[in-house]
């Protein structure tokens, strides 16, 4: 500041040169617009007060007119702070605190990027990056929309992620690549230790075995083929492939006044497939008697779809006693094995 001219106590005036000159020592330190002050220090006061006379807000600017920070631009209560070195200090925290409705958007632009690297490290909840709904819970959950990388590496076409276990980095891995499925009905996937590739099973071979019990006693005292309760369904792998049948349980034919037998009929998707009559306990006398019953029989089903067979049986003679099969609920069972046509 310029120094005025003053006199001590009651001494002589102050001539007119002096006068003047204090009058522009004053004008020079007045602040007004355009004017560049060094240092302005505001001191005792309570609660400092600036407050800007129009919408326009206040800004802080460098040297070369860039603002560096600006507040309350376009009359609201915005904080903007735009500066190209980072903000540091000792001990140094920053609270973002919204309320109500409010949020905090970090957008950079340009090439400009975010990072958070802190030295300890804490629980994130209601995290969400470049999506529409937050998640939480330390970063346990984490919503990520688009291209995604951990430790710097994105791996590359055709590796999968792989866990390396509680507490480590997952990794980028490749598996073996698979060859061409077309064509390949009935084959299976086979590998070298270093490749994979389709094999063919050997005609005869067993592909799949499936096996269905049934030990209800079920009686019949017509003639007419009734279902014995006995089912087994198998799907095959190939169209080409055979199914062997076999079938074996327990039955028993009463005591009546004529000579009598048990007729055995396996069923296909509800059609006839094979039948054997008087196959049972035949005898050509009134005579009660039991026996066990095995059959096998191969059929080509043609089919890659669900097939079903049954069991049904009936008496062979008109007025004879009860046919019965799962006799004393003896289980019978039916063994389907699919064999490479």
């Not at 509680?166 to 009905?185: E, R």
């Amino acid at each position: 500041m310029s120094t005025l001219v003053t006199r001590a106590g009651k001494g002589s005036p102050l001539t007119h040169n002096e006068v003047d000159a204090n009058f522009t020592n004053l004008n020079t330190d007045k602040i007004q617009s355009g004017n560049t002050v060094a240092a302005l220090t505001i001191t005792a006061l309570t609660t400092p007060s600036v407050q800007a006379v129009n919408s326009a807000g206040l800004a802080l600017k460098n040297s070369a007119g860039t603002t560096q920070m600006s507040m309350g631009a376009g009359g609201g209560d915005n904080l903007t702070i735009n500066v190209s070195s980072n903000l540091n200090g000792t001990n140094a925290q920053i609270d973002i605190s919204p309320t109500g409705t409010g949020h905090v958007h970090i957008n950079p632009s340009g090439s400009g990027s975010i990072e958070m690297n802190p030295t300890s490290v804490g629980t994130i909840d209601n995290m969400t990056i470049g999506a529409t709904t937050a998640k939480n819970g330390s970063f346990v959950n984490l919503s990520v929309t688009g291209t995604t990388s951990f430790d710097g590496s994105q791996g590359t076409a055709g590796q999968v992620l792989t866990s390396a276990g509680t507490g480590n980095t997952p990794t980028w891995t490749t598996i073996d690549a698979l060859p061409s499925q077309t064509g390949n009905s009935g084959k299976y996937l086979t590998t070298n230790g270093s490749a994979a590739s389709w094999g063919t099973v050997s005609s005869g071979a067993i592909i799949q075995l499936v096996q269905a019990t049934y030990s209800t006693q079920t009686s019949n005292s017509t003639t007419t083929y009734a279902d014995s309760g006995l089912t087994g369904t198998i799907t095959p792998t190939s169209a080409s492939s055979k199914v062997l049948i076999t079938i074996a349980g327990l039955g028993y034919k009463g005591n009546a006044n004529v000579s009598n037998s048990i007729s055995l009929k396996v069923q296909k998707n509800g059609s006839d497939l094979i039948t054997f009559t008087d196959l049972l306990l035949y005898t050509a006398t009134a005579t009660e008697n039991s026996g066990m019953f095995v059959f096998n029989y191969l059929d080509s089903p043609a089919t890659t779809s669900a097939t079903t067979y049954k069991l049904q049986f009936k008496n062979s003679f008109v007025n004879a006693s009860n046919a019965t099969v799962q006799f004393n609920n003896m289980p019978s069972t039916i063994t389907l094995t699919e064999i490479a046509g």
